[in-house]
């Protein structure tokens, strides 16, 4: 992957471009020259959010990772709560709304964040031009969306040293004739550097896109990976997230080459218990076609005691998301 994909741009907060130019945008002709014009000249698409950190002592082993995608995040405290009871001190998040009507016009990563006690970093993966689907409508709260925002987040009880945004294609998958969506963007990753006690870790929150095949989510692992290396060197690595794996076979995940390129560059693969699957009915993926599995963890240098599922239902019965959480037990630095 070239470095113009990875965004080092930071601030400490991100806003969405005004009504105006949102409408003229969801008016283009969707052809691959608009939508590559689009997502370069939107600043909202080119940065991380990443305010200030409050300086945290370094990371502890046994160190808890808990990777989850959230389906935008409907229930904020219900979801912390959910992170808290697993003890992480470091968490990828992914498909985290901010500033959408379906969601309360939250900034939902950064919410989960002040529950936690946690920094955070927040990239924007797609500008939404409108509501959300048709059976999100019914949550909204506005007729409009403040921002716009949907995307991936790290959390971590400590600093975030130097955070990004990597970019894992330019290739409008969802800006095209077929494709119901109204939205600018790509698949991305938020990457940064934590101190534990034991030296530099480095964190990365990915989603990959399920609008491709096998090969193209290999295209996307080995991109990641080259920019990982270019960025980090050779510090151990936690890459966690949505890998939207099998969904191209059937749910046959041995199917995605994505796995063994991993291996090759010298990662491990981490999945809780290798037949259960991390998906699930939700308020908004109603009527799934089946279960999948296609949250994992690949890691690099770190010394792995064991990998978990934890269900996204609430005590009281709520599906919090259509994906559960997978946590992963780091014992040390190898």
Known sequence: MSLDLVK???????????????DRLATLERT???????????????????????????????????????????AVEKSAARIAEQGAGLVLLSEVDNGMARTGQRHTSRDVAAELGMNYAFGVEFLELELGAEVELEFCTDDFNRHG????????HTSLQAP???RLEAHGHWFTPETPAKRIGTRCAIAAAVMTEAGPLYAVSVHLENRGDATYRETQVRGLIDAIDQLAGDIPVIIGGDLNTGLADNGDFEKETLFAHASDRGFERHGGPIGQMTTRPSRVSRN?????????????GVEVTSSRIVTSVAPDGEVLSDHDMVVLEVAGLK
């Not at 080092?8 to 949102?22: V, W």
């Not at 279960?291 to 690949?298: G, N, P, R, Y």
Request: proline share 10%; net charge positive; with cysteine.
């Open 164 to 166: 990004v945004m990597i």
């Open 288 to 300: 799934p076609r089946g279960t999948w599995k296609l949250d994992w963890f690949l890691t690099r």
């Open 8 to 22: 080092p741009a930071q601030t400490a907060a991100l806003s969405g471009p005004p009504q105006q130019e949102r």
């Open 149 to 156: 925002f949907h995307g991936n987040a790290l959390l971590a």
């Open 32 to 74: 691959e020259a608009n939508h590559a014009a689009a997502l370069a000249g939107l600043a909202c698409l080119q940065r991380v959010e990443a305010p200030a950190t409050v300086p945290g002592a370094p990371l502890a082993f046994p160190l808890t990772v808990a990777t989850w995608n959230l389906e935008r995040c409907y």
